[in-house]
C-alpha cells in the first residue's frame, strides 16, 4: 500500500526524536562516571545535572521543531496547557538515574510521541551499551535496525518484576519461571521482553508515563503489551501521569501475569 500524509508525518517525527535522543545520548555521556551534582527529589529519588541538561536539549529542540505538542517530561513541572494538544512528546531524559550515577550501563534516553492517549512512535537510546530501540505504529519495532519480536511460548519464561510479585506467582508457574536478576531502568526491562532476552516482567505501582510510553510501543510492535491490573492497554499523556501495578509480556504467560497482578492489587 503506498504510503498516506499520515504514514510520512509519523515517519518524520520517529527520525525526530531518533536524531534528538541520539544527541541527548551524547549530552548524557559528558557527565557518565563523572560524578555530576545530585539533588533528591522529595528525599527519595536522586536527579542530577545529567538529567536536568539532557531535558533542556529536548524540550528546546523537540518543541521548536513540533510547537503545536504537548510536552510531558519526568524532569519538567507539570501544567495543564498539555492537555489541549493532540499530540504529546512524553520524555524521560534518562531512565534509570541510579544505575547512570553508578556507573551502570543499563540507562536510557526515552522518547514517545503520544496521539489520543497511545504512543504512534518511540525510541530509547541507551549509549553507554551503544543500542538504540525504535518503533512506530504499524512499522515494527528494532534494535539497531534489526526487527524485533518476542520470544513465542516459552517453556521456562524468564520473568523479571519486584519479588514481592513476583513471589505472587502460582506455585506452577513459580516451578518454570526463571527470575531475571534486578533491571535498573524500567523501559529497558521492557525492552528486552521486545528482543527476547525476557519473556515478561510486573512493574509495581507508582510508575509513571515517561518510564512506560516509548518501552510500551517498542513491545507492542514486538508482538506484546503492557496490561493494567485488569488486562487493558494504557492511556498516556492524561492528566495523572502515575500508573499501578502493571504486568507486561506475551500470549498466555502475559493473561496468567495480569491474573498475578490484578490479585495483589486486591
Not at 495523572?240 to 491474573?259: I, K, N, Y
Request: negative net charge; aromatic residues 6%; proline residues 6%.
Amino acid at each position: 500500500m503506498p504510503a498516506t500524509d499520515a504514514d510520512t508525518r509519523l515517519d518524520d517525527d520517529l527520525d525526530l526524536i531518533r536524531v534528538a535522543a541520539e544527541e541527548a545520548g551524547r549530552i548524557a555521556m559528558g557527565y557518565y562516571g563523572r560524578d555530576p551534582q545530585v539533588w533528591m527529589k522529595a528525599g527519595v529519588s536522586p536527579v542530577s545535572e545529567a538529567d536536568y541538561a539532557v531535558d533542556k536539549f529536548l524540550k528546546e529542540t523537540l518543541r521548536k521543531a513540533r510547537p503545536d505538542y504537548g510536552w510531558l517530561s519526568e524532569e519538567t513541572v507539570d501544567t495543564p496547557e498539555r492537555l489541549s494538544a493532540r499530540r504529546t512528546f512524553v520524555v524521560d531524559p534518562i531512565d534509570g538515574t541510579r544505575a547512570f550515577l553508578e556507573r551502570q550501563d543499563v540507562w536510557c534516553v526515552s522518547i514517545a510521541v503520544v496521539d489520543a492517549g497511545r504512543p504512534l512512535a518511540g525510541v530509547l537510546d541507551c549509549p553507554a551499551r551503544k543500542e538504540v530501540f525504535a518503533a512506530r505504529a504499524g512499522g515494527g519495532a528494532t534494535l539497531d535496525g534489526a526487527r524485533l519480536t518476542v520470544r513465542q511460548r516459552p517453556e521456562e519464561p524468564r520473568i523479571a518484576g519486584p519479588k514481592a510479585l513476583l513471589d505472587q506467582m502460582p506455585a506452577d508457574m513459580q516451578q518454570r519461571v526463571n527470575r531475571h536478576r534486578y533491571v535498573p531502568s524500567l523501559a529497558y526491562r521492557i525492552a528486552m521482553i521486545a528482543d527476547g532476552r525476557l519473556d515478561g516482567t510486573f512493574v509495581k505501582a507508582n510508575s509513571h508515563d515517561w518510564d512506560l510510553a516509548a518501552a510500551d510501543l517498542i513491545l507492542a510492535e514486538a508482538g506484546g503489551a503492557v496490561c493494567d491490573t485488569a488486562g487493558r492497554s494504557l492511556h498516556y499523556a492524561g492528566p495523572d501521569p502515575r500508573r499501578g501495578v502493571l504486568a507486561a509480556g506475551s500470549g498466555a504467560l502475559l493473561e496468567r501475569m495480569v491474573a498475578v497482578v490484578a490479585a495483589a492489587a486486591t
